[in-house]
Structures are given as structure tokens and as C-alpha cells.
């Protein structure tokens, strides 16, 4: 299946000169939703892994049925002031400013192996902190999983030491 003929290109969101891609549409395609849940269960099913990590809020979409299928923990990356028990942090840069993520202390233990899922790989910011939380656990990072990778963003190159799959890129 051609899962970009399921991504809407919307110009100017949010502000102008941004082409954003809007996976709305395969999300309400059962279909395209069932391809990217098997090419990822198929991707990971004989990896040995402990978790699957999952970064607020659109990696939630597919890092749920992931883990559900894998029958593996879910561990949620979220924003500041999300998760209620004691949690690690990590401040990170992005295109226009700074950005945070928190992860519970006890969501993982020190070396499981786990893939951390988001939606769209771009610039790398959100994927580089949502490994160093991970690592600052004492666990290990075996891949990162993406629906869509934005090539022109280089965001791969930021995360040159773990092993990337995307599902759809766009140059």
C-alpha cells in the first residue's frame, strides 16, 4: 500500500512557508492503519525488547497497538507536567525554541532493550531526548520507529548512533 496517498500536505500550518504532513487521513483508513501497525509488529516481533517507548502524543497512535501486538509495556515520553509520579527530564532544542520531556524514574529498568515510536521524524530534537531519557534509566535504545521521516530535515543524522525506520520518507 502507498501510505503517502494517505498523508495530506496542508501549506502554511502552522504559520507560512511550512508544508505540514497530516496523517489524519490514515488514521481514519482502517486499511492504511492496519499496514502501519503489521510493518512495524513485523519490523520488531523477533527483537528481544523489554518496552516499547512512546512520545506524546501522536507516537501514542501507534506505539499502543505496537506494544499491544508485541505484548510488551508501554512507556509514555511526555511533555512537562503530564506524568503524576517522580519522573527524569530532558530540555531540548527546536526549530524556534526549547522544548522538554519527562519520562516516569521507574518506567524502565536499567539495561531493557526498547524501540521508542513517534509519528514523523524531522529536525531529530524530540527522538535525540526521547533516547537520552531512555539511557539516562540505564536502558538501551535497539531503534527508533517513525511513520514519516522528513529527509530534508536531516533529522537522521542526529541520531547517527541508533538504528532509524521510517515507514514513509519524503525528500
Known amino acids: 500500500m502507498d501510505l503517502k496517498k494517505h498523508i495530506r500536505d496542508v501549506p502554511d500550518f502552522p504559520q507560512p512557508g511550512i508544508l505540514f504532513r497530516d496523517i489524519t487521513p490514515l488514521l481514519k483508513n482502517p486499511e492504511a492503519m492496519r499496514e502501519v501497525i503489521d510493518a512495524f509488529t513485523a519490523e520488531y516481533r523477533q527483537a528481544e525488547l523489554a518496552a516499547i517507548v512512546s512520545i506524546e502524543s501522536r507516537g ?76 539516562l534509566l540505564g536502558a538501551r535504545v535497539h531503534s527508533l520507529a517513525f511513520l ?13 548512533n541508533y538504528d532509524v525506520f521510517s515507514l514513509v520518507n519524503y525528500e
Open 148 to 160: 514519516v521521516e522528513l529527509d530534508f530535515l536531516s533529522g537522521r543524522s542526529r541520531l547517527e
Open 60 to 135: 501514542f497512535l501507534f506505539g499502543a497497538p505496537l506494544a499491544y501486538n508485541l505484548s510488551l509495556p508501554l512507556v509514555p515520553v511526555r511533555k512537562p507536567g503530564k506524568l503524576p509520579a517522580r519522573r527524569m527530564s530532558v530540555e531540548y532544542e527546536l526549530e524556534y525554541g526549547t522544548g522538554s520531556l519527562d519520562i516516569h524514574e521507574d518506567a524502565l529498568s536499567k539495561g531493557d532493550l526498547v524501540v521508542i515510536v513517534d509519528d514523523l521524524l524531522a529536525t531529530g530534537g524530540t527522538a535525540v531526548a526521547a533516547a537520552k531519557l531512555v539511557e
